[in-house]
């Protein structure tokens, strides 16, 4: 990062690839890891990082009765599988956005101690042991009551022994009119102030057709990630435009084959050559 001590290292993730269901559609069936393989062995080829997302979650899991053996054998068989793996969104999206089927059967707590996520990090630590573990969420740089239940939850968590290394925010609404630049990075401070842990900006997609104004964004936001030592990572979630997430139609910085002018600020920002 230009200001830091350390340099930009460049970070590939899964979107839908690296999700359970997707892997193992039902708990009866067996792994599927080719989509997987493929990209894992372009970041080892390119000598990038490789970040899974991820391995608990209250959505596109498989499908039947999940128990605590079936939980394990995922992360297991997946930090086996990908033991380079450097960052891990270990549990995504907790409640009350999320809430997996089997989180009783992996210890509940669910709005209390919230021991079901304390166990998937630690089953996390113990099969990837080099990964960075993540409890990754949305809203929780945009809006305060998000943020505020996002922090309880991680010191709950962490009181309880989990072994959580940072804390993803996934900033999609980064670009939504009642969010302001003050008050994101207020609550990114928050963020880490009150956990004590560092952040990843892990789903950055600024949504318009509007060049100009994607490209503001990006001026306002990156040079403040580059420039902070707690913030250490951020994925831009997609960047061909009209294959990102259905959610962010307009996101995508390659549009028609030409570099929108968001991405040429960027490449100029971080001294990487255009597309």
């Known amino acids: 990062k230009p200001g830091v001590s350390h340099p930009i290292q460049g970070l590939v ?40 997302h991820t391995f608990v979650w209250g959505s596109q899991q498989p499908s039947g009765n999940l128990t605590e053996a079936n939980v394990k054998n995922w992360i297991q068989s997946f930090c086996s599988r990908y033991p380079n793996t450097k960052l891990i969104d270990v549990v995504n999206e907790p409640p009350p956005h999320t809430t997996p089927s089997y989180a ?8 209390g101690n919230w021991q079901w996520i304390t166990n998937a990090f630690t089953w996390a630590r113990q099969y990837c042991p080099g990964a960075i573990l993540i ?26 022994g989990a072994p959580i290394d940072a804390v993803g925010a996934q900033s999609h609404d980064l670009d939504h009119p009642s969010v302001s630049f003050n008050t994101a990075k207020s609550l990114i401070a928050k963020l880490h102030n009150d956990t004590g842990l560092p952040v990843y900006i892990t789903e950055f997609d600024i949504s318009t057709a509007d060049d100009q104004a994607q490209l503001t964004t990006y001026q306002q936001y990156f040079p403040f990630f580059l ?8 994925t831009i979630w997609g960047w061909i435009y009209g294959e990102t997430w259905d959610q962010a139609p307009d996101s995508g910085l390659i549009r028609n084959g030409t570099a929108r002018p968001a991405m040429t600020w960027l ?3 971080l001294g990487r050559p255009q597309p």
Do not use: C
Not at 137 to 144: H, V
Not at 227 to 234: I, L, P, Q
């Open 104 to 111: 009783n059967a992996i210890g509940g707590g669910t709005d």
């Open 227 to 234: 420039s902070t030592d707690y913030v250490k990572g951020v």
């Open 135 to 160: 409890l990754n969420d949305y809203n929780n740089i945009e809006w305060s009551p998000d943020n505020a239940h996002f922090i309880d939850i991680v010191k709950k968590i962490k009181a309880a």
């Open 267 to 269: 490449m100029q920002t």
């Open 13 to 52: 993730t899964p979107e839908n690839a690296g999700k359970w269901g997707s892997v193992q559609p039902s708990a009866s069936s067996q792994f599927g890891w080719s989509t997987l393989d493929a990209i894992y062995d372009y970041s080892r080829t390119h000598n990038i990082l490789f970040k899974q």
